[in-house]
């Protein structure tokens, strides 16, 4: 099956409709057995106590802001070239969870923060970045709002999706370009050795997946809602002509 069947709303309303009710089934069972896992089945830090717990929710939520923030842009993209309107819509569709994501990962990043740091908050590198990104999410979403037609609309939130594109990669790698920053290293390495124990580490990648499929699913329905609702501005349009 090719990428670009997907292209086609008929065809994506299809798919999507058998895919969803197993990948939100999926996302019901793990990130609640991820939680509790991460939760009320590891030990506490020796250092930072039951503090530490907050990862399980606080890594997942801050990787998924930067990665759909991403999955915008490439769906961007392909409007901008392509003009494939499933693209756009699923775009617009993945914003809202973005934003709701980041919220989450500044919220669980202060409540780490002032029992580490001695402050919920500091002007670091991958914080003024993070919120930075926030603010783009927030504009990319009243963007599509502000603006009545569909396809201009696109076009202007694309080109706002790749000016944003600089903070999400300042979020990623601030750590890496800044190293007087506040804000640990990553939690999670290619290479093993770099990673949390095992027993933390573990749980996490099991609420990462969680995350995933929650994004996934929620990702379906708003783009099958956004679907539905071009089609009955088209058919209201019509109508009136």
Not at 126 to 136: A, G, P, W
Not at 146 to 167: Q, R
Not at 191 to 216: E, H, K, S
């Amino acid at each position: 099956m090719s990428l670009w069947e997907f292209a086609n709303p008929a065809r994506f309303m299809r798919i999507s409709g058998a895919a969803l009710p197993w990948v939100a089934g999926l996302a019901a069972v793990i990130l609640p057995a991820g939680l509790a896992w991460g939760f009320f089945l590891t030990p506490d830090d020796y250092r930072q106590g039951s503090t530490v717990k907050i990862i399980f929710v606080h890594v997942p939520a801050a990787m998924m802001a930067i990665n759909i923030y991403g999955m915008i842009v490439v769906a961007s993209l392909i409007w901008l070239i392509r003009r494939h309107h499933v693209s756009a819509l699923a775009a617009r569709a993945a914003a809202p969870i973005g934003a709701t994501m980041t919220v989450i990962a500044l919220l669980t990043g202060a409540l780490w923060g002032q029992p580490m740091w001695g402050t919920a908050w500091a002007w670091d590198p991958r914080l003024t970045s993070f919120f930075i990104l926030f603010l783009f999410y927030v504009g990319y979403i009243a963007l599509w709002a502000a603006i009545e037609d569909p396809d201009k609309a696109a076009d202007l939130t694309s080109v706002l999706a790749m000016v944003g594109s600089v903070f999400a990669v300042l979020s990623r790698y601030a750590v890496n370009f800044w190293s007087q920053g506040l804000h640990q290293g990553a939690t999670l390495s290619i290479d093993r050795d770099q990673n949390i124990d095992p027993v933390f580490w573990l749980p996490l990648l099991a609420c990462i997946a969680g995350f995933f499929l929650l994004f996934l699913a929620l990702l379906l329905v708003g783009t099958r809602t956004e679907i539905r609702a071009r089609r009955a501005r088209a058919l209201q349009l019509a109508m009136a002509g």
